[in-house]
């Protein structure tokens, strides 16, 4: 079964628009973490944000932001002001049973293009 | 502060070919995890390596292996090269027990078996 499940493919945004990335995740294990990456064309992944399970505040980093609902088991990634920069793909990734499982679990990802 | 290193950036192999991808971490880190990104996908974990052993192995073949370096720095090696090889290999690193063990990528070595 998909850990990680990005429904959007590919999402266009005005520049100095906010943009809500959706990430929903599936695990049965109470300690896991969630983190977003962004990939532009170059092909390095870069960190942007991470929130664990047991966090009870929504992380943000700047212009990052994430939504987290742990019932609803969804960690969205809000971007906001958007730039001509922010356009790249974008990764949701998990690491489950933190003191036993190091891999990330990502998902297929969702391009975003920011128009001028 | 150097951040994670991987060379070469680029590489042509053919099949049957045997191929050795190297990384060094972030400055600080001590522990190296390998990915491969296939066109259009999201990144699979091949292993993670850190006090030169191989602490955890995804669903990679044997074919698959690697080696890390008391500098930290790592090798992935691949023996017998597939066309479905081909892809771009990430390698992460991290410092155990720190920061939520945060993987941080290098740019990648995008490898092409012909």
């Known amino acids: 079964a998909q850990k990680i499940t990005q429904t959007q493919p590919g999402m266009f945004v005005q520049e100095k628009e906010a943009v809500t990335l959706d990430c929903t995740y599936d695990?049965?294990?109470?300690?896991?973490?969630l983190f977003w990456y962004k990939q532009p064309s170059s092909g390095e992944m870069i960190f942007l944000i991470y929130?664990?399970?047991?966090?009870?505040q929504n992380a943000t980093e700047g212009r990052y932001s994430l939504n987290f609902q742990k019932a609803r088991k969804s960690a969205n990634l809000v971007i906001s002001a958007s730039q001509l920069g922010d356009s790249a793909m974008y990764f949701c990734?998990?690491?489950?049973?933190?003191?036993?499982?190091?891999?990330?679990?990502f998902g297929a990802g969702t391009t975003v293009t920011v128009r001028a | 502060d150097a951040g994670v290193t991987q060379s070469p950036t680029h590489l042509i192999k053919t099949r049957g070919q045997q191929v050795t991808l190297r990384c060094s971490p972030k400055?600080?880190?001590?522990?190296v995890s390998w990915y491969q990104q296939a066109l259009g996908q999201g990144p699979q974990f091949i292993f993670q390596y850190y006090e030169e052993e191989e602490r955890q192995r995804g669903n990679f073949p044997d074919r698959f292996s690697g080696h890390q370096f008391p500098n930290y720095s790592s090798e992935l090696n691949v023996n017998a090269l597939l066309l479905g090889d081909s892809a771009l290999y990430l390698c992460?690193?991290?410092?155990?027990?720190?920061?939520?063990?945060?993987?941080?990528f290098g740019p990648g070595t995008r490898l092409l078996v012909l």
């Open positions: 990734a998990m690491r489950e049973g933190v003191w036993n499982d190091y891999k990330l679990s």
């Open positions: 929130q664990g399970s047991y966090d009870q």
């Open positions: 992460a690193s991290s410092l155990v027990g720190h920061n939520s063990e945060t993987q941080y």
């Open positions: 400055s600080g880190h001590d522990t």
């Open positions: 695990t049965s294990d109470p300690s896991y973490g």
